[in-house]
């Protein structure tokens, strides 16, 4: 049998290929997003109360009732409020599965979807495997380009990809980006698929601003949550999509004859959860772990160019007069001589560009953060040495 690729992705993935190397020379893994630490033991007891319960008939209607109603109150929770009703929600599992169905209702062979650079590697997988075209804009810095944005609309875009908090830039979306966005569409039919999985961690006072606080974007658009990166449970791969009710209907056409809905012990447990848990400390835990990340590589060849304003990663620059390579290039040398790893930025480009950057993961425990500091120093310190 003749399998022909179904995409232009790698056929294994950048995190794949360094944790692999990060595993074969024993290196803390600051390249992915799952923390090192246990999760809340609230969040366990609720699973193991779920447990006594007769759950075992699917959850009805695509979400169970109890996950429902907490969602709904969860986000009215939100110190700048989205107001839902229960056909514009649905449980799916992962976030990259919510938006593989929401491009599977509408985009047809042929269309182009415009995703803004750096990105995170499984949007382009996701449009073309329904066969149609991605059309890449680089963002200035961490900033959207707005008149790249304005000339690569077409009259075959059907959709554009907005993460905000940004994977891997930190970029926060504010209120003039969507009225500017939706200034740009706004005479066209362009669907707006919104990732927004890090919307519980904002930093420095920034206000999470989703495609649903916009009046008009909200009504064409697919907005993607995650209960991982809520709750910091990778593995769980529990997530939950919003949209208008004609763009969920659409969307659960498809999602019903795929899983139709996420177990309901799950979905139990992150419904109760949903209901003691703290944004604001959540936020602030990662901010503190944010700005001790940043102020252990002070003293290192790396340069902040700017805090990250949201999300889970730090982008560094390094100095390339030190170090004459290319950013994988550089990443693969602290995983093999300081046991450090990371991700080149050049994995966030669909032409692989050098970019003279790497992002690493700050959701770690601190000692986990610090035990990687010594390690990068020491390194450095026997590289000049040498």
């Known amino acids: 049998m003749d399998f022909k690729n179904q995409h232009s992705g790698r056929d294994v993935n950048i995190f794949s290929e360094i944790g692999d190397l990060a595993a074969v020379h024993q290196a ?30 699917y959850a009805s209607k695509y979400v169970l009732p109890f996950m429902k109603e907490n969602l709904l109150e969860f986000n009215l929770r939100r110190a700048n409020p989205i107001q839902l009703t229960p056909d514009e929600i649905s449980i799916v599992p992962g976030a990259t599965y919510g938006m593989y169905v929401a491009f599977a209702s509408f985009l047809e062979p042929g269309d182009e979807v415009i995703i803004l650079e750096p990105c995170y590697n499984t949007y382009v997988p996701a449009v073309e495997i329904r066969r149609a075209k991605a059309v890449f804009v680089q963002m200035d810095g961490i900033e959207p380009d707005w008149e790249k944005i304005r000339s690569a609309l077409s009259d075959r875009t059907k959709a554009i990809i907005v993460n905000s908090p940004n994977n891997p830039s930190g970029k926060v979306w504010g209120t003039e980006d969507w009225n500017q966005l939706w200034e740009l569409i706004k005479d066209t039919s362009v669907v707006v698929i919104s990732d ?28 993607i949550y995650s209960f991982e990166k809520m709750f910091h449970i990778s593995g769980w791969k529990a997530s939950y999509i919003i949209a208008p009710r004609n763009f969920t209907e659409a969307f659960r056409k498809i999602h019903q004859y795929l899983t139709f809905t996420v177990n309901a012990h799950a979905q139990y447990a992150l419904g109760k959860y949903l209901e003691v848990f703290d944004i604001s400390a ?30 889970y990663f730090q982008t560094l620059t390094f100095n390339r007069e030190l170090y004459p390579i290319s950013d994988k290039e550089f990443s693969e040398l602290l995983i093999k001589e300081a046991q450090v790893a990371s991700i080149p930025y050049s994995a966030f480009y669909h032409d692989q560009k050098d970019t003279g950057k790497i992002r690493f993961c700050f959701a770690k425990k601190d000692e986990t953060l610090i035990i990687a500091a010594d390690k990068l120093k020491n390194a450095f310190e026997r590289i000049h040495a040498e």
């Not at 940043?294 to 304003?309: R, V, Y």
């Open 28 to 57: 803390i893994n600051l390249a992915q997003g799952c923390p090192d630490y246990a999760l809340d033991e609230r969040l366990k007891n609720f699973l193991i109360e779920a447990t006594h319960h007769d759950m075992n008939p």
């Open 196 to 223: 927004e999985v890090y919307d519980l961690v904002c930093y420095d006072g920034r206000e999470f601003q989703s495609a649903f606080h916009h009046q008009e974007i909200k009504k064409r658009c697919f907005c």
């Open 282 to 311: 959540n936020e602030r835990f990662f901010q503190d772990k944010r700005d001790l990340f940043c102020k252990l590589m002070q003293d290192l060849p790396f340069e902040i160019e700017a805090k990250a304003e949201g999300g």
